[in-house]
C-alpha cells in the first residue's frame, strides 16, 4: 500500500519557502512562543495557514477553540475572518493567555476575539445552556478531556460546521504501546472511539501533529 511520505527538516524547508505565507505577527509569536518552556505545544506554522484557510474556505463567522495557548491559532483564525466575526477561546492559563492577548492587540484582531478563562468543560456547558452554535471548532487543549470535549463540541456545531482536533498521532507514538505515558493512552482511546462514531465523517490529515477533520453527517 502506498504510504504518506516523511517530512524531512529538508522537506519543510521546501514547503515554507514555497507555500507558508506567514505574516510577520505570526511569526513573531511563533519564536517567542518557541523559545517558552512549553513551546512544543505550538502549532506548525502550516498549521496555522490550514487554519486560515479553512476559515475562509468555510466563510465561518463563528469559532470556538479549545486550548488557546499563546493565541497563534486563534490569531491565525483571527486574520482571516471578515469584519463582525467572532472567536470565543478558552483555557485555563493567565501566563500564557498575556502573550496572546498582546499579539491579538498588536495585529488589530483582538476585537474578534474573547477570551474565557477557567475550565473548558465548565465554558462549553455554558455556551451550550446559552444556546450558542459555532461554524469551526478547533480542540487543542488537555488531551484527557478530549472525548469529552467532542461530545460537547458536537451539541454546539452547525450543520454545516467543521471540528478540527489537534495532536491525534502524538509525535507518532499512537501505534506504540507504553501504559506509563498516559496521555498517549487517552489519545490511543480517543482515536478508536472516534473512529467507530456513526454520528460523524473522519478525514485525517498528517500534517504537524496530525489533525483530525469532523463534521456531522447529513
Known amino acids: 500500500m502506498p504510504h504518506d511520505i516523511g517530512l524531512t527538516g529538508q522537506l519543510q524547508e521546501y514547503c515554507h519557502h514555497y507555500f507558508l505565507n506567514e505574516p510577520p505577527v505570526l511569526q513573531s509569536l511563533r519564536v517567542q512562543t518557541r523559545r517558552m518552556p ?12 490550514l487554519l486560515g484557510f479553512l476559515v475562509k474556505m468555510t466563510q465561518a463567522k463563528k469559532i470556538l477553540e479549545v486550548g488557546t495557548y499563546t493565541g497563534y491559532s486563534s490569531l491565525a483564525m483571527a486574520l482571516s475572518l471578515p469584519p463582525q466575526s467572532q472567536i470565543i477561546t478558552c483555557d485555563r492559563n493567565s501566563e500564557w493567555t498575556k502573550v496572546a492577548q498582546k499579539y491579538w492587540k498588536m495585529a488589530g484582531v483582538d476585537h474578534k476575539i474573547t477570551l474565557m478563562l477557567g475550565s473548558a468543560t465548565e465554558t462549553l456547558e455554558k455556551l451550550i445552556d ?89
Open 38 to 49: 512549553e513551546g512544543h505545544m505550538q502549532v506548525t506554522p502550516l498549521q496555522g495557514q
Open 130 to 218: 446559552q444556546q450558542q452554535s459555532f461554524d469551526l471548532i478547533l480542540i487543542d487543549a488537555d488531551k484527557k478531556n478530549y472525548e469529552t470535549y467532542l461530545g460537547q463540541s458536537l451539541s454546539l456545531l452547525r450543520s454545516t460546521g467543521i471540528i478540527l482536533v489537534d495532536n491525534v498521532l502524538w509525535a507518532g507514538k499512537v501505534t506504540e504501546n507504553d501504559p506509563k505515558d498516559l496521555t498517549l493512552t487517552r489519545i490511543q482511546e480517543f482515536n478508536e472511539k472516534t473512529s467507530k462514531d456513526e454520528r460523524i465523517e473522519k478525514c485525517l490529515l498528517p500534517i504537524g501533529d496530525g489533525m483530525l477533520l469532523i463534521r456531522k453527517k447529513d
